[in-house]
C-alpha cells in the first residue's frame, strides 16, 4: 500500500511532476476507480495527453463490467452476491513472474479476453444500452471469465495512474532487485564466478543479466553496466564485478525488508510473548473490533502476539476515513490509518488493508516494486515475497517479520 501522503517532485523536460510512492500492486477494481476519480478531479484544470486507445477501451469494458456486478448483486443476498477477489483467489505477483503492461500488452490482453467471452456477455460489455440485472451463465464461469476481464482493467487503470510520473518510474529502474535474488537464490558467489570457463553455456547470459543488474543499483546506468560485464567475461574478471557490486546490491535488498532506525515506535513495550500498542480509540464503535480482530489475529507468531491497547493518545496511532482515497499511511512510524469510507469494512479487501497498513505504523516497509523498463516500453512490477505480508496480498504474517519487530522493539 501508499504509505505516505508525501508526494516527490520530481523535473522532467521543465515540467514539475509528482510521483506517488509505493502504489499497491493488488488494488481492487474498486480502489482504482476511486484513484482515477481523485486524479481526473485533481487534474481537471490541466491539459494532459489523451488516453491510448487501448487503453481507454480497457477501462471502457471493465467500469461496465463492475456497473453490471453491482446491478446484479442488488437483486441478491450478500451471501450470493458476485465476488471477484476474496480471501481465496490470492495469487500474488512472482519477483520470477513480474507483471508488465504497457498499450500495446493491454490492447493485446483485451483482444484475447474478449475473443474468449461467450457472445452473450461479450455483447453485453460492447454495448451502450441498459444493463440487464442478471448473468447468462452459471456463476462459476461467469465469475473466471469476469476476473480476466477485471484484471485487463486494472492494467489499464494503472497505466492511466502511473504514466503521467514516467521519469519517477524510469529512474525507479536502478533499485531492481531481481539480479541480487537470482544470485542469491541461485548460490552464486564471486567463487563461482572466479574462472569463466567452468560457467555453462545456459548459465552465461543470466548470470550476465544478474551481474548487470546489481551493477545498476550502484551505477544507476544499464548500458554502462552491460558493457562492464561484458568486458569483465572477455578477461576472466567476473568475480571483481561481483565483489563491487554485491555489497550495494545487498543494502538496496534489505531496505524492502528493515524497519529503518528513525521509523521505530517509541511507544511499544515488548514484555515476554507480548508486545503491546497503543491506539487511539475510534469514534465509532464498530470500527474497534474491526481494528483489535484483524491486526491481534495477524500479528502473531507461534506464542507470541501483539496486543492493542485502546484510549486517548497525543502522539498515538489512529483511524480515519475518506470517501475515495487510497489507503495509506502518513509515513513509515506514522500514526494516521487513512481508509476509504466507499469501502465496507466486511469485505476481505478491507480486512487484508488494514493488518498491511498496520504494518507500516509498526514501521515496516512495503517489500514490492515497480518501475519503467526503458528497452522493453512497458512497466514492470513484482513482489520480493509473495508470501508476506508487506509484499502481498496474497501474504501473511510470517517469521521474518516477527524478528524484524523484535529486533526494534524488545530491548
Known amino acids: 500500500m501508499k504509505y505516505m501522503t ?3 517532485s520530481l523535473s ?5 511532476f509528482a510521483a506517488p510512492l509505493h502504489l499497491d500492486l493488488e488494488m481492487s477494481s474498486a480502489e482504482y476507480a476511486s484513484l482515477l476519480k481523485s486524479q481526473a478531479k485533481t487534474n481537471s484544470n490541466k491539459s494532459m495527453q489523451a488516453d491510448e486507445p487501448g487503453i481507454a477501451n480497457a477501462i471502457k469494458i471493465g467500469e461496465r463490467l463492475s456497473k453490471w456486478i453491482a446491478k446484479v448483486n442488488t437483486g441478491r443476498t450478500a451471501e450470493t452476491a458476485i465476488r471477484l477477489t476474496s480471501a481465496t483467489t490470492r495469487r500474488g505477483i512472482p519477483i520470477d513472474k513480474p507483471n508488465k503492461y504497457s498499450p500495446a500488452i493491454i490492447k493485446k490482453d483485451t483482444d484475447t479476453v474478449m475473443a474468449e467471452l461467450p457472445k452473450e456477455m461479450r455483447d453485453v460489455l460492447l454495448s451502450s444500452a441498459e444493463l440487464p440485472g442478471t448473468i447468462p451463465m452459471d456463476d462459476e464461469a461467469f465469475i473466471v471469465l469476469a476476473r480476466k476481464v477485471d484484471r485487463n ?8 495512474s502511473v504514466d503521467q510520473y514516467r521519469y519517477y ?9 531481481r539480479g541480487y535474488y537470482y544470485l542469491t537464490q541461485n548460490k552464486i558467489t564471486a567463487n563461482e564466478l572466479r574462472d ?3 560457467i555453462s553455456t545456459e548459465q552465461v547470459s543470466p548470470i550476465k543479466e544478474a551481474l548487470s543488474l546489481i551493477c545498476l543499483n550502484s551505477s544507476g546506468n544499464i548500458s554502462k553496466c552491460k558493457s562492464e560485464v561484458d568486458a569483465a567475461f572477455s578477461k576472466n574478471a567476473v ?3 561481483y565483489n563491487k557490486y554485491i555489497t550495494t546490491a545487498k543494502r538496496n535488498w534489505d531496505n524492502f525488508f528493515v524497519i529503518p532506525v ?3 515506535r517509541s511507544d511499544i513495550v515488548w514484555s515476554g510473548n507480548t508486545a503491546t500498542v497503543p491506539f487511539n480509540t475510534p469514534e465509532i464503535a464498530k470500527f474497534q473490533p474491526y481494528l483489535k480482530n484483524n491486526i491481534e489475529d495477524e500479528f502473531r507468531w507461534e506464542n507470541w502476539g501483539l496486543k492493542m491497547v485502546f484510549g486517548s493518545y497525543p502522539n498515538g496511532p489512529l483511524l480515519k476515513f475518506e470517501a475515495g482515497v487510497v489507503p495509506h499511511v502518513n509515513g513509515l512510524g506514522g500514526n494516521e490509518i487513512v481508509m476509504d469510507s466507499n469501502q465496507p469494512i466486511e469485505e476481505y479487501e478491507s480486512q487484508w488493508t488494514i493488518r498491511h497498513e498496520f504494518g507500516h505504523v509498526l514501521g515496516l516497509p512495503d517489500c514490492y516494486h515497480e518501475f519503467y523498463d526503458t528497452t522493453a516500453q512497458a512497466y514492470v512490477n513484482y513482489q520480493l515475497d509473495i508470501t508476506d505480508l508487506m509484499c ?3 501474504g501473511n504474517m510470517k517469521e521474518r517479520i516477527y524478528n524484524e519487530l523484535k529486533g526494534a522493539y524488545a530491548n
Open 262 to 264: 528513525e521509523a521505530r
Open 392 to 394: 502481498s496480498r496474497a
Open 12 to 16: 522532467f523536460l521543465g515540467t514539475a
Open 153 to 160: 482493467y486494472q492494467s489499464a487503470a494503472r497505466y492511466k
Open 239 to 241: 568475480a571483481a564485478v
Open 6 to 8: 508525501l508526494l516527490l
Open 196 to 198: 569463466v570457463s567452468v
Open 169 to 177: 518510474y524510469v529512474q525507479a529502474a536502478a533499485k531492481d532487485v
